[in-house]
């Protein structure tokens, strides 16, 4: 038999409170949680989810003690109009939490469609110096392995 884990398809900006329709880390860590995602494309896309409110969730998250799964991706019409890397370049730049906590696991995801070589080891290259920038904060990594859905 295999332990049940509880982890939070999305998370609000405040870390505890009544907020109708949403999850704050409060209720989450409650439950068992030990992870979250935020920025997921559906989220950016159907409930019009800034940068700003992802960083915002991603903050909280991670403060309250939560592990982050920060997604990123361009939408259909960016990936054919060449605006794809500028696009998670963008959502990356300005959804990445600032400084937090040294202990805080954060992951990036690229979604939703599969990327080719080169847009991965850009926004992977991109990602990777803003994560190692002092003021962000976070402790270094000793590897870092970049998946792929689509292998």
Known sequence: ??????????VHREAKG???GCVSAEMLLDAGAVLT????SERRDAQRESDEEVK?????ALSSGLAVILCI????????AGRAVETVVRQLDLSMPGSIDSEAELAIAKLPLP??????RDVACRAARR???EE???RPLTHCVVLRADE
Do not use: N
């Open 1 to 10: 038999m295999h332990a049940q884990r509880v982890h939070g398809q999305d």
């Open 18 to 20: 009544a907020h109708t």
């Open 37 to 40: 995602i935020v920025g997921h």
């Open 56 to 60: 915002a969730k991603a903050e909280t």
């Open 73 to 80: 991706g361009e939408s259909f019409s960016q990936r054919e």
């Open 115 to 120: 990327c080719d070589d080169e847009m991965l």
């Open 131 to 133: 994560v190692f920038r």
């Open 136 to 138: 962000v904060g976070f």
